[in-house]
């Protein structure tokens, strides 16, 4: 099946610095990708969706500027926390779809952000 | 808007013993459907998806699930679980985003735990 590789899968980072997140498709060309928060015991929560070479769609309640997505080419999508503070501390996950229209999603293994 | 209701955050079940694990969604249109498995501290991975056709569809290590479009559920079942199906199980509905991709709503979750 296709493959998409996050990383890093934990960093721990100082409050007021900024954290990258990579997310990457390896085998095949992502035209459209998705970020997603999970907190403790909590169902994944939709941030963004993302795609290649426009501006990101972000769902209500998510600053734009505090989380950058750049998704600059078919198989690479960034996720930046810019300034993170604690309560930016969670479970961050992408996925991928195949092209247009795919109805399936691939996801990567997360990253768990904490902030101290 | 769909959206998806898992009504058991966790089911306690013995080795060997059938499980159910419940999910009925709600969604004006035709929709596709998912059930994804989440071992701690990594993504997400398809367990099966009903997107056409039969509506019993089968995972290739004993899961399976029915779509009843009358009751609009999807409920995840297996006859003898093992200690190794230990984790948390999303159900997710897929709908056309009209950007081009489909968007997943997913369920809040629920933690499967088997019992030596």
């Known amino acids: 099946g296709a493959v998409v590789s996050q990383h890093p899968s934990r960093v721990i980072c100082k409050s007021g610095t900024s954290v990258k997140i990579e997310c990457r498709s390896l085998?095949?060309?992502?035209?459209?990708m998705f970020w997603y928060r999970q907190f403790p015991k909590k169902s994944l929560m939709l941030m963004a969706t993302?795609?290649?070479?426009?501006?990101?769609?972000?769902e209500q309640g998510v600053e734009k500027d505090k989380f950058l997505i750049n998704h600059a080419s078919l198989t690479l999508s960034t996720l930046t926390v810019t300034s993170a503070h604690p309560e930016d501390s969670s479970f961050y996950i992408c996925?991928?779809?195949?092209?247009?229209?795919?109805?399936?999603?691939?996801f990567g293994q997360g990253t768990r952000l904490t902030v101290v | 808007a769909q959206s998806v209701t898992q009504l058991d955050s966790q089911v306690p079940v013995f080795e060997e013993a059938p499980v159910e694990l419940r999910c009925n969604y709600s969604?004006?249109?035709?929709?596709?459907l998912f059930w994804y498995v989440q071992y701690p501290n990594q993504g997400l991975q398809l367990l099966l998806k009903?997107?056409?056709?039969?509506?019993l569809v089968e995972s290739i290590n004993g899961f399976e699930a029915e779509f009843n479009k009358s009751q609009t559920s999807f409920h995840l079942r297996k006859p003898s679980v093992h200690i190794s199906d230990t984790a948390e199980y999303f159900c997710?509905?897929?709908?056309?985003?009209?950007?081009?991709?489909?968007?997943?709503?997913f369920g809040k979750g629920t933690k499967l735990s088997v019992i030596p």
């Open positions: 085998d095949f060309q992502a035209t459209t």
């Open positions: 996925s991928a779809t195949p092209g247009v229209l795919n109805t399936e999603a691939f």
């Open positions: 009903y997107l056409s056709g039969s509506t």
């Open positions: 997710a509905v897929s709908l056309y985003s009209g950007a081009g991709s489909y968007q997943l709503t």
């Open positions: 969604s004006s249109v035709s929709v596709y």
């Open positions: 993302s795609n290649e070479g426009s501006k990101a769609t972000y």
